[in-house]
């Protein structure tokens, strides 16, 4: 046997519990695991110390229509009769509102569970096997799956901050490649880990507050590491993690070495490589490109990249890169009238049909690779928004980050929906247009912008505004509850679309 801490940790340490469990809950021995299956009778048997597995495909399956509440019972009835240490819910793009309403009620029976996102339930039950019967070949064969993707990605060529992101995402935390010197080369925080934003702020200020700090080896020759592999935030170190680091670390320094070389190389070539003569200043901007599968794809990438030379000059405009380039990378030169090279920004936008972000401007030539970092995560953060902006600013990352992150906000659909309970009553249609009028009322500032947005007269956006106060008792001059009331607009619109 071993405890559910132990499982968790070591074959899905990206599952999020509903709920914090306690050191008890963790502490429960897991026996076994059982995966629900699509038919009935669901489960072929469950026995005490079973960890449960619940896809949601098979879910929607066993769950007749309009019989949720029955269903729902009497499986909540056999984990209880059969004291399982946990249930996972498995999360691959079925009807959440399924897995929602059956999390709420494991945690209303008291059930420890955890949610998990994109994921095998076949792997995961292999998973759970192995750690059971042999709990050091389980580790090494996770962390071999790690080193393996590693390795495709390095063989791509896709660089640092690609493979620190395998890594984050595989181990669920914020991850960070450190140089020889110790500063950070690669930051890496992924956006669904609660509170990553905030360890790598502490990271910052103080660089010795890391959950683990492992030696990348140096090249032949050279005294000392060559850097170092950092795992970030609050959470004990797994063994997981301990065993895949001491793995990782000889790919990383073959990467480290190989980054090296081709900065070198990039040096040599600079002069061959002009920004825009309009500039100081310039920003970067970048803007995804399709996966290229083909040379007739190749061929459209090359041609809009042509014709974008045509629509701006060299002195302003300079391309990088070449079409098999991952992203679409540009070097503009800010004027007086346009600082934040926005003009540009909007006219690519409508040009490419995509959004596209913007660096901070930079005046020496050396501070192009940095600009250029901050824009690639800047376009990272604003694609787990919800309403992801035309142009994106990396004077604006903070703000992305945080949007991104509301759904992380503990019970936020629940605490969402009670906050707007008194406006969301009547027909689907008055709910609708009543939270469209608050948050165009909220966004806007004034009721001629509000009344624009919503291509309405001017008094019928004070009218309607004056009904929601009046019905759910609100003063929407309260600096407070507007900030509360946009969030929860965002969240339960997010949730009904």
């Not at 999360?91 to 996102?117: I, K």
């Not at 019967?133 to 996770?142: G, I, P, S, T």
């Not at 992801?388 to 969402?416: E, K, M």
């Amino acid at each position: 046997m071993a405890s559910l801490h132990d499982v968790q940790a070591a074959i899905f340490p990206t599952a999020r519990p509903l709920v914090e469990p306690g050191p008890t809950d963790l502490a429960a021995d897991v026996a076994w695991v059982r995966v629900m299956k699509p038919r009935v009778p669901a489960f072929d048997a469950l026995e005490p110390g079973d960890l449960a597995i619940i896809p949601g495909s098979s879910l929607a399956i066993v769950t007749p229509e309009g019989e949720t509440t029955g269903t729902f019972r009497e499986l909540i009835a056999a984990l209880l009769g059969a004291h399982v240490p946990a249930i996972l819910l498995i999360d691959n793009g079925d009807p959440d509102h399924l897995l929602d309403a059956l999390g709420r009620a494991a945690l209303e029976a008291g059930l420890v569970t955890f949610r998990l996102a994109r994921a095998d339930p076949v792997q995961v039950e292999r998973g759970v096997i192995g750690y059971l019967v042999n709990r050091r070949a389980q580790l090494d064969q996770r962390a071999g799956e790690l080193e393996r993707e590693l390795a495709r990605l390095a063989l791509l060529g896709r660089g640092l901050d690609v493979l620190a992101a395998a890594i984050g995402g595989f181990f669920g935390r914020p991850v960070v490649i450190e140089g020889r010197r110790g500063d950070p080369l690669v930051i890496h925080a992924p956006t669904d880990v609660p509170d990553a934003a905030g360890a790598v702020g502490r990271y910052l200020a103080r660089p010795a507050a890391v959950a683990l700090r492992v030696a990348i080896p140096g090249a032949p020759g050279e005294s000392g590491p060559g850097g170092r592999l950092v795992l970030l935030g609050d959470e004990p170190v797994r063994e997981l993690e301990r065993v895949a680091s001491d793995r990782l670390v000889a790919l990383l320094a073959l990467e480290l070495a190989r980054d090296s070389a081709v900065r070198h190389a990039r040096d040599e070539v600079r002069r061959g490589d002009p920004l825009p003569a309009a500039g100081p200043p310039w920003t970067v901007i970048l803007a995804r490109q399709f996966p290229a599968e083909s040379g007739d794809e190749i061929a459209a990438r090359e041609e809009v990249r042509g014709e974008l030379r045509l629509l701006f000059s060299p002195g302003r405009l300079g391309l990088r890169g070449t079409s098999e380039s991952l992203e679409l990378r540009m070097v503009a030169a800010a004027s007086v009238a346009d600082p934040e090279c926005r003009e540009i920004g909007d006219r690519l936008c409508r040009f490419l049909r995509r959004t596209v972000a913007i660096s901070r401007p930079f005046s020496e030539a050396g501070g192009r690779p940095a600009a250029e970092a901050s824009a690639r995560a800047t376009l990272d953060a604003v694609e787990h928004v919800t309403e992801i902006p035309i142009v994106a600013l990396a004077a604006r990352l903070p703000a992305y980050l945080l949007l991104g992150n509301l759904h992380h906000l503990p019970d936020a659909p629940q605490q969402a929906a009670a906050l707007l309970a008194p406006i969301l009553i009547g027909r689907p249609e008055v709910q609708r247009r009543r939270l469209d009028t608050l948050r165009a009322v909220l966004e806007s500032p004034g009721p001629n912008e509000a009344a624009a947005r919503l291509g309405v007269h001017r008094n019928t956006i004070s009218y309607r505004a004056g009904r929601i106060e009046r019905l759910a008792g609100w003063d929407l001059h309260d600096p407070d509850l507007r900030l509360a009331l946009l969030l929860a607009v965002r969240i339960v619109q997010r949730e009904q679309s």
